[in-house]
C-alpha cells in the first residue's frame, strides 16, 4: 500500500461522487506536437472535472523526438503533468510496453513520476515483478472508510520477458492467433492482488469494490468480442485484441475474490470498446496520441464515475477530444 499521506489522498466528493478521467497511449516525445497533446489533456481535464487522471501506458515513447535521458523524461512529464499539477488534481500512472524502449529504465522513470506533487504512483512491492503494482483506496468524504478502491498493474513489454522467465528457447513457439503477443500478468502480481484484496477485506470488514488498470488488455479482453450479442459489447472495435497468448489467471482470480467490476486497459489504440463477462466489466479508453493513430473518432479518454451510496456499480463513458477542443 502507499505511504500513509498517498493512503489517504482520494476520496469522494460531498455530494458523494468521485470521477476518475483514464488517458492513454500518448507516445509523447519531446517536441513533436506537444501543444496540441497538453491541449487535448487540458481540454478532457477541463471538461470531465476528475479527481483522479489515469494514465494508462505508453505516455513518454515512442514519439517521432524520443525521450531518451532523463532530463527528455522530465521535459516531456512537466507538459503532461500540468493540466492536472495547475489544478490541483491528484493522477497516477502504469508502464507500458513502449515506455522505456528508449533507454530511460522504468526504476528511473517512477522517481521521475513520484517527484510530482500531485502523482500518486508507487514502484510497488520490490519482490513483484514490474515497477507500478500499487493499489489507490478511495476513502467517504470524511477520509475514514474505504469504499473503492483501484488496482494499478504493470503489463511489462512483451512476450519476451515472459520467455525468458521461463527459460523457452526460441524454437518452442507460442500458440497465438491475430496480434497476441503482450506479455502476461505474471503469477507474483497475482498473488500480489489476492494478498492485497483479503487485507482491504479484513480492515474494512467487506469485500471493497475495485477497478483494475493496466496496459496490455487480458485474453477475456478478446473473448467478448467473438460474443458481441451476449456482453453488452458497446463501442469500437477496429482492431485485433493484442492479448498475450498465455492466460495467466488475473480475471479468474478476480471473480473467485468478487471484488473487482471493471477491467480497463489501453494498448490497442483503435479499440475503445466497454463489455461485461460474468459481471466484470472488461474495456478500453482509446488513445491520445498525435503520432502513433490519427482515428478523430477514437482519439480520447474514459470517465468513470462513482457513487458512495452505490457500492455495487459504476458508470463509464469515452469524452472525444474533437468533442472537447
Not at 18 to 26: E, G, K, P, Q, Y
Request: negative net charge; hydrophobic residues 35%; charged residues 30%.
Amino acid at each position: 500500500m502507499l505511504d500513509e499521506k498517498k493512503n489517504r489522498a482520494l476520496s469522494f466528493r460531498p455530494d458523494g461522487s468521485f470521477r476518475i478521467l483514464m488517458v492513454s497511449d500518448v507516445h509523447a516525445g519531446k517536441g513533436y506536437r506537444a501543444a496540441d497533446t497538453i491541449r487535448a489533456l487540458d481540454a478532457l481535464v477541463e471538461n470531465t472535472d476528475p479527481d483522479l487522471v489515469f494514465l494508462a501506458g505508453d505516455v513518454c515513447g515512442p514519439g517521432v523526438i524520443h525521450a531518451e535521458t532523463p532530463e527528455e523524461v522530465r521535459e516531456v512529464l512537466d507538459g503532461l503533468s500540468s493540466p492536472m499539477e495547475k489544478r490541483g488534481i491528484h493522477w497516477a500512472h502504469v508502464f507500458g510496453n513502449h515506455d522505456d524502449n528508449y533507454g530511460v529504465a522504468k526504476e528511473i522513470q517512477e522517481e521521475i513520476y513520484e517527484s510530482y506533487p500531485h502523482c500518486l504512483s508507487e514502484a510497488g512491492p520490490a519482490d513483484v515483478p514490474g515497477v507500478g503494482n500499487y493499489a489507490l483506496p478511495i476513502r467517504d468524504e470524511k477520509g475514514e472508510r474505504i469504499l473503492w478502491n483501484l488496482y494499478a498493474l504493470d503489463s511489462h513489454d512483451g512476450i519476451g520477458g515472459f520467455r525468458s522467465l521461463c527459460g523457452l528457447r526460441e524454437e518452442q513457439p507460442f500458440l497465438a492467433r491475430n496480434n497476441q503477443w503482450g506479455d502476461p500478468i505474471y503469477f507474483e502480481q497475482i498473488l500480489w492482488y489476492w494478498e492485497t484484496s483479503k487485507k482491504l477485506e479484513k480492515e474494512e470488514g467487506r469485500k471493497v469494490p475495485s477497478l483494475m488498470f493496466m496496459h496490455v488488455p487480458l485474453p477475456e479482453h478478446d473473448l467478448v468480442t467473438e460474443h458481441k450479442d451476449q456482453s453488452r459489447f458497446s463501442g469500437h472495435h477496429t482492431e485485433d485484441v493484442c492479448c498475450a497468448p498465455v492466460n495467466a489467471g488475473l480475471f479468474a482470480a478476480c471473480l473467485q475474490r468478487g471484488d473487482v467490476k471493471g477491467i480497463y486497459a489501453g494498448h490497442d489504440h483503435k479499440n475503445d470498446f466497454d463489455a461485461e463477462y460474468l459481471g466484470v466489466r472488461l474495456g478500453y479508453d482509446g488513445f491520445l496520441s498525435y503520432h502513433a493513430c490519427h482515428d478523430q473518432e477514437i482519439r480520447g479518454g474514459r470517465l468513470f464515475e462513482l457513487r458512495s451510496d452505490d457500492l455495487s456499480s459504476f458508470r463509464t463513458r469515452m469524452v472525444r477530444v474533437r468533442d472537447v477542443v
